[in-house]
């Protein structure tokens, strides 16, 4: 999952990327709230991961202002020791969940995990459609109906997931390249149709009746045709 920090204390902030980077999750930061509230305006990340007390913008306006706006990713927020008026305000504001600075690391990421599992629409960890389900914390992509598995690489697995976390819409190549690779220019929509082909090779090599559809001038789509 992709996950946007916006912390001002740089220190805090490395030391958090690095943990986050290490437990699989991809991690971009942003060190004011302005910056900051813009990135989280795209649509690109799964988790925000939102300090308080940042230089341009506050947590709170920030947090408020995407609810306003509709996005309703899960939105971690991270507020000074002991000020429970924070914690409230953090979620009148539209946050999730909040975590107390100075916290423990096994503390962020039980919280995180459990904000992720609102994405995933498995009580296993997984996430599921049609005849497969993708495990999140090994990438392997498991046929129900061949009981074949795959390891999914990096990129293959985040491919997934995104059409897995949005079943039903149709993506677009831009918004696969902004989700995967971060941003969007003419050689990253190449690298979409490569690595998108690579992920069709998996699903035919486990026996799924799963398939990504390219729908011409507008996007892609999964399709699941169970078999009779
Ligand atoms: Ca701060």
């Known amino acids: 999952m992709r996950v946007l920090l916006i912390e001002d204390e740089k220190r ?18 942003c060190a004011d ?9 795209n649509d690109v990340y799964d988790i925000i991961i939102l300090d308080v007390m940042l230089p341009g913008r ?15 990713m899960p939105i971690l927020m991270l507020t000074a020791r002991g000020e429970i008026d924070d914690k409230v305000m953090g979620l009148d504001s539209g946050a999730d ?5 100075p916290f423990m690391t096994k503390e962020l990421l039980a919280r995180l995990r459990a904000l992720g599992r609102r994405i995933v629409n498995n009580s296993d960890g997984s996430l599921t459609y049609g005849d497969i389900a993708l495990d999140v914390g090994t990438s392997l992509l498991r046929c129900d109906s061949s009981g074949q598995t795959v390891r999914l690489s990096e990129k293959e697995y985040r491919i997934m997931e995104y059409f897995l976390i949005n079943q039903g819409q149709i993506l677009t190549r831009e918004q ?12 990253e929509y190449n690298k979409v149709e490569v690595y998108l082909s690579f992920t069709r090779k998996k699903l035919s090599f486990v026996g799924s009746a799963v398939e990504i559809k390219a729908l011409r001038g507008l996007g892609y789509e999964l399709r699941y045709k169970a078999r009779t």
């Open 33 to 41: 709230g302005i910056d900051g509230e813009l990135a989280a305006e």
């Open 176 to 187: 696969l390249a902004l989700k995967i690779w971060g941003y969007e220019d003419e050689a």
């Open 97 to 101: 969940d909040y975590l107390t600075k």
């Open 12 to 29: 805090m902030a490395q030391a958090l990327i690095e943990i986050l980077r290490q437990e699989n999750y991809e991690v971009d930061w």
């Open 58 to 72: 506050s947590g709170f306006d920030i947090a408020r202002g995407l609810r306003r706006k509709g996005k309703k």
